[in-house]
């Protein structure tokens, strides 16, 4: 036998290698696309291993990726001043709320912030433990139509006292549920006449539920609530009154007016976040709807009130708002309603003084009239339109007129934070607008 020298043996060893590790090419199974590590393979991807045996990493044809589509960035907006009765300004502290922690409903969290709410409107407005609130998701009309298909016992009438649109909008409602209606109605410019409604009370004993609007927004009328509310106690009714605009604005004794049923909105004079609304209800009240036959579901009185008092809702609340509602309910108390109401008349003062020196015409009376909101009649020659788009590109957002005075007159609010700056500005974009040939 021939023994080779291990000189040659060495180099036989290294030829084979050399062969073995040649660098090859490995087409790779669909099936292991996509596993993690360090030499994963992909169909039509190479894998290469050099002769010292190191992996190199595979190449990999790069999958397309559609750009995402961005809403181009906008520039901040100059800030608006809202002249309309809500949505309105919002204070820092309040916005702060608005944009708060995420809570669950189903939590303590939310519980705590839905009792505190209540007890806080309650308190804020003086009511003492007269009084129980029941929150409800949706702008003031819901809470409106939730107390109306409530107040009433089935079999009797319900007599609204009808001024204007929102007087108006008390009778759809009862139509809607088919609830027995009768109106005293009265032009939109005028003062509900007393004598007729206690004609009508005397005379129809069928009727069980009172019903009117404190503030009727649509012209700036502010209706004699104590008033109609003492004649519905004298006659034995109840009474429902529509403070959506003039909760915090105006003065509401709820012991004078016997106010069963009263329904408001957090976006107005209370100055919260719009979307959220309540009706107060009297303990007697309260403990009788509890026990009513539904006759909905989701704006159910009864039923919402009974799952608020035991501190879940029974729906998803908007959240956000009820933190937003808190906090402006805070404020509130901190300035106290006596504050608010004083502020509110000495808006309403500066306001109408400059308005007087500009020439223009107020719809009602003065002493008819809100300390929310002015109504007046358009300028000759001019139209709304052309008068609301110069105010607003100065940053001031008025409001139009409704039903027959649609286009006759433009309606000035002055809710939610503003300062007495903003109102001597508007007065001063107004007299360059109405300048303007």
Not at 10 to 25: G, P, Q, V
Not at 284 to 305: D, F, S
Not at 365 to 379: G, N, R, V
Request: positive net charge; proline residues 5%.
């Amino acid at each position: 036998m021939v023994r080779m020298k291990d000189s040659s043996r060495r180099a036989i060893k290294r030829r084979m290698k050399r062969r073995r590790f040649k660098r090859i090419s490995i087409q790779l199974k669909p099936s292991m696309r996509g596993s993690a590590g360090r030499g994963s393979y992909a169909k039509g991807s190479s894998y290469s291993k050099s002769s010292y045996g190191k992996f190199k990493e595979p190449v990999v044809a790069p999958v397309p990726v559609p750009e995402p589509v961005v809403a181009p960035v906008r520039a901040a907006p100059r800030r608006q001043i809202l002249l309309c009765p809500g949505p309105v300004n919002l204070t820092p502290h309040v916005k702060s709320a608005l944009a708060g922690p995420d809570i669950c409903h189903r939590e303590k969290e939310f519980s705590s912030l839905l009792q505190s709410t209540r007890l806080k409107l309650v308190h804020a407005l003086g009511l003492g433990d007269r009084y129980t609130a029941c929150l409800i998701n949706g702008s003031g009309t819901a809470a409106l139509e939730s107390a109306i298909m409530s107040c009433v016992e089935p079999g009797k009438k319900l007599l609204v006292v009808n001024n204007g649109v929102y007087g108006s909008r008390l009778a759809q409602l009862a139509r809607l549920y088919q609830i027995p209606l009768l109106e005293v109605r009265s032009p939109l410019t005028e003062t509900p006449d007393l004598s007729r409604v206690a004609a009508v009370l005397k005379r129809e004993s069928s009727i069980g539920t009172v019903a009117v609007v404190h503030h009727e927004t649509s012209t700036g009328m502010l209706n004699p609530v104590e008033e109609i509310g003492v004649l519905a106690k004298k006659y034995r009714k109840r009474f429902l009154v529509d403070a959506i605009s003039s909760l915090g604005a105006e003065k509401l004794d709820f012991t004078k007016a016997h106010i069963g049923f009263c329904v408001g909105s957090a976006g107005k004079a209370l100055h919260g976040a719009p979307g959220l609304s309540f009706v107060l209800l009297s303990q007697e009240e309260a403990a009788r709807v509890v026990k009513l036959k539904p006759r909905a579901l989701y704006l159910n009185l009864g039923i919402q009130l009974r799952a608020q008092e035991s501190g879940e809702p029974l729906f998803t609340p908007a959240v956000p708002l009820y933190m937003a509602f808190h906090a402006a309910l805070e404020e509130l108390i901190r300035e106290g309603i006596k504050g608010r109401i004083v502020k509110y008349q000495q808006r309403s003062v500066f306001l109408r003084q400059g308005f007087k020196k500009l020439g223009l015409k107020f719809l009602l009376d003065e002493k008819q009239m809100c300390h929310s909101l002015t109504a007046m009649w358009m300028p000759a020659g001019r139209s709304y339109d052309a008068v609301h788009n110069a105010l607003r590109k100065q940053g001031f957002v008025i409001y139009a007129g409704q039903s027959e005075l649609k286009g006759k007159i433009l309606r000035i609010a002055h809710m939610g934070q503003l300062f007495q700056g903003d109102l001597a500005e508007l007065l001063k974009a107004m007299k360059a607008v109405l300048a303007e040939s």
